[in-house]
């Protein structure tokens, strides 16, 4: 190579760093081949070895242990996330969630799971996209009455934070979930509406 040294030739070496848009690569291959254990394995290996940049390793892990969930690996998808919640730095969401989902889906860690969704109760019932994810895992798990309390929570959190990026989510999430209880309308539901008139005031934040 012109312009380099010839005592510098294999000295140089390669630094791969993370990043959301390699792995967003790898989860757009794995989702047209359908191989999300090879992605998970490369995440895996990335989240290890690749040099933190503008993405922490808790997040590489986090994104490899949904690749595993995707491909219905739970043990792996559990050390991932488990990985994510002793390294901590800046996560898309709180690894719990996503160990809760994994542990349900293993034999005989339901209690487990069900521990970490208390724990989550303390204090995730003020952010709206906590409270979204968990009622994602309850619905999974048949539990239609947890659920929609979750999403109550996150629909009160979005009204006194005015966050109006997540609440048209949680509205809808919280409507179909009535829906499906058998519940009639409520002053939540009728901002779907295209036109609301006014909207309820939240509910105060629980201790």
């Known amino acids: 190579m012109s312009g ?18 390699l792995f967003d690569a790898i989860e757009v291959d794995a989702a047209r081949s359908g191989n999300h254990k090879r992605a998970a394995v490369r995440m895996r290996t990335l989240a290890t070895e ?4 503008e993405m922490s390793r808790a997040e590489a892990h986090m994104r490899a242990g949904e690749q595993w969930l995707l491909a ?3 043990a792996e998808a559990a050390d991932e996330f488990r990985a994510a919640i002793a390294l901590g730095g ?7 969630i996503q160990l809760a989902r994994a542990l349900y889906a293993l034999d005989g860690q339901d209690d487990e799971a069900e521990a970490i969704i208390e ?3 303390e204090t995730g019932r003020t952010d709206p996209r906590t409270c979204d994810m968990v009622a994602e895992v309850l619905i ?11 999403a109550t929570a996150g629909v ?50 629980v201790p």
């Open 156 to 205: 009160d959190a979005c009204m006194r934070a005015g966050d109006r990026d997540e609440l048209p989510l949680l509205l809808r999430l919280r409507y179909r979930l009535r829906i499906d209880l058998g519940l009639d309308e409520d002053d939540y539901d009728r901002l779907l509406d295209a036109r609301p008139k006014t909207a309820p005031k939240p509910r105060p934040a």
């Open 72 to 74: 219905e690996e739970p």
């Open 50 to 53: 690749a040099a933190p940049s």
């Open 90 to 96: 800046q996560t898309f969401a709180d690894p719990r």
């Open 119 to 121: 724990d989550l109760a």
């Open 140 to 150: 999974e798990q048949g539990d239609l009455a947890g659920a929609l309390d979750w």
């Open 4 to 21: 380099l040294p010839a005592a510098s030739m294999g000295t140089v070496r390669l630094v791969i760093a993370l990043s959301g848009e």
